[in-house]
């Protein structure tokens, strides 16, 4: 458990004083010292990583989200422990315990803590106190970082698993993992989503044909109903709050489901416009869990320069948005992160330049990502495509680990909150896609929303 800080009373600056003068020190003497820090790193031999360096003197702001603040960390995982493409869902009860994963390519181990903030159905702070849904510390060191061997990128790898005998949770619902330096809560590091449920409910969910006959051939309909019996509802419709993700896609999360029929402590859906999601199509992917030959689309592997990170060169790829569908394998937008020479183990897998590669006849208006679970299901810049007129294609090189990954090619358009997989795949009603039904309850009693059921479905599966 971290010890507080001592508190003082001795200094004539308030707490926003102190910063002031601590904030405008720093920026003297990072402008003052960068050019000695970049003389010093003349003549490195070490892999070369893009790190700006980032502005002490802002403050960081916290996002309720899959977010990584620090711009050394790279393959951030967190997962059920036993199968890495589980989804971080963890049961109350039990309480099985969930697995993060991450590295960082500067070359220093550093001391970082972490804890948990209880969350709202929406993802914003809840009303509730640590202690009300923690028992044990309120936050832990995290266990010190390992050094890679045998790679060309250098890096240190963290490994935590929670809940443990240091820290367990005492109610359901979302959850928000931060992690941050020593023991300032302010100095994040990267915050990730997680959930604790409890089986309270009955979720009937199935994945069914639009009833919308324009969207028939793309789309795909989630309905569903909720059985309560033995839990107390207040407001059914003010009360139960339901979330559908596919693919867990937070992005472009469903919410605002409100019952046609309400009988029997039984709320039936029928058809909700919120559950109509556009089928999309299979993710593309590749293998580079073994560097030795160039395996699934792959096409070359080139040594890099000096003693650089190789170079791993995709086939180009091709736009899917008029194609008739292809029911090929994938793991709905997941990576594994593997080293088949090393037996799996993470600290042995080595980190590689893939380079993107998508034809086209000419430059879209909206902006084009490479979009997977690596990128958090979101666009972000570090993988936005570049459009080359010459080549009339669109090029991305981005530094992964080893592994094997999926991926699709997605744009946004300006002020959109989700981004747009359909306009180069195009969008299909036999798409294999997993939808993630949640549940919650506010309890006013207690005051906080339970994660009080949830129900996985698959559009082929069931």
């Given at each position: 458990?971290?010890?507080?800080?001592?508190?003082?009373?001795?200094?004539?600056?308030?707490s926003?004083?102190?910063?002031?003068?601590?904030?405008?020190?720093?920026?003297?003497?990072?402008?003052?010292?960068?050019?000695?820090?970049?003389?010093?790193?003349?003549?490195?031999?070490?892999?070369?990583v893009?790190?700006?360096?980032?502005?002490?003197?802002?403050?960081?702001?916290?996002?309720?989200?899959?977010?990584t603040?620090?711009?050394?960390?790279?393959?951030?995982?967190?997962?059920?422990?036993?199968?890495?493409l589980a989804?971080?869902?963890?049961?109350?009860?039990?309480?099985?315990?969930?697995?993060?994963?991450?590295?960082?390519?500067?070359?220093?181990?550093?001391?970082?803590?972490?804890?948990?903030?209880?969350?709202?159905?929406?993802?914003?702070?809840?009303?509730?106190?640590?202690?009300?849904?923690?028992?044990?510390?309120?936050?832990?060191?995290?266990?010190?970082?390992?050094?890679?061997?045998?790679?060309?990128?250098?890096?240190?790898?963290?490994?935590?698993?929670?809940?443990?005998?240091?820290?367990?949770?005492?109610?359901?619902?979302?959850?928000?993992?931060?992690?941050?330096?020593?023991?300032?809560?302010?100095?994040?590091?990267?915050?990730?989503?997680?959930?604790?449920?409890e089986?309270?409910?009955?979720i009937?969910?199935?994945?069914?044909?639009?009833?919308?006959?324009?969207?028939?051939?793309?789309?795909?309909?989630?309905?569903?109903?909720?059985?309560?019996?033995?839990?107390?509802?207040?407001?059914?419709?003010?009360?139960?709050?339901?979330?559908?993700?596919?693919?867990?896609?937070?992005?472009?999360?469903?919410?605002?489901?409100?019952?046609?029929?309400?009988?029997?402590?039984?709320?039936?859906?029928?058809?909700?416009?919120?559950?109509?999601?556009?089928?999309?199509?299979?993710?593309?992917?590749?293998?580079?869990?073994?560097?030795?030959?160039?395996?699934?689309?792959?096409?070359?592997?080139?040594?890099?320069?000096?003693?650089?990170?190789?170079?791993?060169?995709?086939?180009?790829?091709i736009?899917?948005?008029?194609?008739?569908?292809?029911?090929?394998?994938?793991?709905?937008?997941?990576?594994?992160?593997?080293?088949?020479?090393?037996?799996?183990?993470?600290?042995?897998?080595?980190?590689?330049?893939?380079?993107?590669?998508?034809?086209?006849?000419a430059?879209?208006?909206?902006?084009?990502?490479?979009?997977?679970?690596?990128?958090?299901?979101?666009?972000?810049?570090?993988?936005?495509?570049?459009?080359?007129?010459?080549?009339?294609?669109?090029?991305?090189?981005?530094?992964?680990?080893?592994?094997?990954?999926?991926?699709?090619?997605?744009?946004?358009?300006?002020?959109?909150?989700a981004?747009?997989?359909?306009?180069?795949?195009?969008?299909?009603?036999?798409?294999e896609?997993?939808?993630?039904?949640?549940?919650?309850?506010?309890?006013?009693?207690?005051?906080?929303?339970r994660?009080?059921?949830?129900?996985?479905?698959?559009?082929?599966?069931?």
């Amino acid at each position: 458990m971290l010890l507080p800080r001592p508190k003082t009373t001795t200094s004539p600056l308030s707490s926003a004083a102190f910063r002031t003068h601590a904030s405008v020190l720093v920026r003297i003497l990072v402008v003052c010292l960068s050019p000695l820090l970049i003389a010093a790193g003349c003549g490195s031999s070490s892999p070369a990583v893009a790190t700006a360096p980032p502005e002490y003197w802002q403050d960081v702001v916290i996002r309720y989200e899959d977010h990584t603040y620090s711009p050394t960390v790279r393959t951030v995982q967190l997962f059920k422990r036993g199968f890495e493409l589980a989804p971080p869902i963890t049961d109350l009860e039990n309480q099985e315990p969930l697995v993060l994963r991450f590295d960082d390519l500067q070359p220093n181990i550093e001391s970082l803590s972490y804890t948990v903030v209880h969350c709202t159905a929406d993802w914003a702070a809840s009303d509730l106190m640590q202690g009300q849904y923690l028992s044990g510390a309120m936050n832990d060191y995290i266990p010190t970082g390992r050094q890679s061997y045998n790679t060309l990128q250098p890096f240190i790898h963290y490994e935590l698993e929670f809940p443990n005998g240091m820290m367990r949770f005492t109610r359901s619902g979302n959850y928000l993992l931060k992690v941050y330096r020593g023991s300032d809560e302010e100095d994040l590091v990267l915050t990730r989503r997680f959930m604790v449920t409890e089986q309270a409910l009955q979720i009937d969910a199935q994945v069914k044909a639009t009833r919308n006959i324009d969207l028939r051939d793309v789309a795909q309909q989630v309905d569903l109903s909720i059985r309560y019996p033995g839990l107390y509802v207040q407001d059914p419709f003010g009360d139960i709050h339901v979330t559908v993700l596919q693919n867990m896609r937070w992005d472009d999360a469903r919410t605002n489901f409100k019952p046609r029929f309400v009988r029997d402590n039984e709320l039936v859906y029928d058809f909700p416009e919120q559950g109509l999601f556009m089928g999309g199509n299979e993710y593309r992917n590749f293998d580079l869990k073994n560097l030795r030959l160039a395996t699934r689309n792959i096409g070359r592997i080139e040594p890099g320069a000096g003693a650089g990170v190789y170079e791993a060169y995709l086939l180009p790829d091709i736009k899917r948005n008029i194609r008739v569908y292809d029911n090929q394998r994938d793991n709905n937008g997941r990576f594994l992160v593997r080293n088949d020479l090393v037996d799996g183990d993470p600290l042995g897998a080595d980190y590689v330049n893939v380079h993107f590669i998508l034809p086209m006849s000419a430059e879209l208006a909206e902006p084009v990502f490479v979009y997977g679970g690596f990128s958090d299901f979101t666009c972000q810049n570090a993988y936005r495509m570049s459009w080359s007129p010459e080549e009339k294609a669109y090029g991305l090189k981005a530094l992964l680990k080893q592994g094997f990954f999926d991926f699709t090619f997605a744009t946004r358009s300006q002020g959109a909150s989700a981004a747009d997989l359909t306009a180069i795949e195009g969008s299909h009603y036999q798409t294999e896609n997993d939808y993630l039904v949640l549940v919650y309850l506010t309890d006013h009693q207690q005051r906080y929303d339970r994660l009080v059921g949830m129900r996985f479905v698959n559009s082929v599966r069931g």
